[in-house]
């Protein structure tokens, strides 16, 4: 009797765990709708449902009229069941914060200037969270996954960061599990230009793809992210996709210590662009320059007005880019590239163009080149994206225990 009623509580689980996940994926649904999606009886969803209603998952948010009989009543997840918090650590020391509900919706957001010179992470992490939990109103139990997003590598197996980005502590041993213990809740870990692809995924230039190599071309720094089929790719100690070590040098040449962050990363870059006669405070600064000549040289009219060296500057830039880009599509052969970064963005078409010429050139392998098509903060989005995904699968885990 007592394996009977364990496989009862088993399948009563399983059933509730079936109805919440296709509510938290598809949103609103009837009850018809659950029995057409999960294959179960009518009395069976109608248990699930009440069952996920009266633990505060679920909830009535209309009906649907039109139909013989009564007017059906319409589910969806019950939005305030559970929290997310998406904090980005940035390279220049500003955190940004952000808080969403269960339905993906942005309930407010923060951004803190910090010296972690002089602040140590865990206060500085612990503290974001704090205020935005104020200003959202939201209850402590309610809080079910903080997703911190590092300019670092971080290896899951000892909980460490390696090529940390960023001024601090960060590489102290036990600070993830002091984060932990502190937040009192689950936390996730990733490299930012990892997340970074996550809302591309989801957002933006990479939505249906089969999978595809991320660039980040950054005012700081420069990173790699490959998605392969709609999983990231992080390597033994979460190493990869830092294209910027990628040697540039042959053995005992005078350059001997060059690499692709020399070539284009921040620094690289502006004194690019400086060559060119291109200035800025930042980086992107300068391409946003250069990028802005070449808008002003597409009218006939204003040709005059153009910069003769905005084309030269442009394919300067991709032809470094491409140094490091060939390698990444002569190794994995991804069907699609997206630029991104501060560099990416402000380059917009002119450099998407040129790095897709200067590949031709280079590389035998085909390719398309697409520029981000995100304008917001894309890691802090991709951490708030992943946060939320955790909340569901702990939730549906959760059900079924």
Do not use: C
């Not at 980040?216 to 990231?232: P, V």
């Not at 070539?263 to 690289?268: D, R, T």
């Amino acid at each position: 009797m007592s394996r009977l009623a364990g496989s009862s509580k088993l399948l009563r689980a399983m059933n509730e765990g079936a109805a919440l996940t296709y509510l938290l994926e598809r949103g609103r649904l009837t009850r018809a709708d659950l029995r057409e999606l999960t294959g179960l009886s009518k009395p069976t969803i109608s248990e699930a449902l009440r069952r996920l209603t009266e633990a505060g998952l679920a909830r009535v948010v209309g009906h649907l009229s039109g139909r013989p009989g009564p007017n059906a009543e319409v589910y969806a997840a019950n939005p305030d069941a559970a929290y997310a918090i998406a904090v980005s650590v940035r390279s220049n020391g500003d955190l940004a914060g952000a808080v969403s509900d269960l339905s993906g919706q942005v309930r407010g957001r923060a951004d803190e200037a910090v010296d972690f010179g002089r602040v140590d992470p865990v206060d500085a992490v612990a503290g974001i969270i704090r205020r935005l939990r104020n200003a959202a109103g939201l209850p402590a139990d309610r809080l079910t996954h903080v997703q911190l997003a590092v300019p670092a590598s971080y290896d899951a197996r000892t909980e460490s960061f390696h090529h940390v980005g960023v001024a601090g502590d960060w590489h102290r041993p036990g600070l993830v599990s002091e984060v932990r213990h502190r937040l009192g809740t689950g936390v996730g870990i990733d490299n930012d230009v990892n997340l970074a692809a996550v809302a591309e995924r989801r957002r933006g230039a990479a939505r249906g793809a089969d999978g595809f190599a991320l660039l980040w071309l950054g005012d700081d720094g420069l990173g790699l992210a490959i998605d392969l089929g709609g999983t990231l790719l992080r390597g033994a100690r979460g190493g990869a996709g830092e294209i910027g070590y990628l040697p540039l040098f042959s053995p005992g040449h005078e350059d001997s210590g060059l690499n692709l962050q020399d070539l284009v990363g921040g620094a690289g870059v502006l004194a690019l662009a400086a060559e060119h006669g291109f200035g800025g405070p930042t980086p992107a600064a300068a391409v946003t320059a250069a990028a802005a000549a070449v808008t002003r040289g597409t009218a006939a009219a204003a040709a005059a007005a153009a910069s003769p060296a905005a084309a030269p500057f442009f394919s300067a830039l991709a032809s470094r880019i491409t140094v490091g880009l060939a390698a990444v599509v002569a190794v994995l052969d991804p069907p699609l590239v997206v630029l991104a970064g501060e560099v990416a963005q402000a380059g917009g078409p002119a450099l998407r163009d040129a790095v897709a010429a200067a590949m031709v050139r280079a590389e035998p392998l085909e390719t398309t080149i697409a520029t981000t098509a995100i304008d917001d903060d894309a890691v802090l989005l991709g951490a708030l994206d992943a946060g939320v995904t955790a909340v569901h699968e702990e939730l549906i885990s959760r059900v079924a225990r």
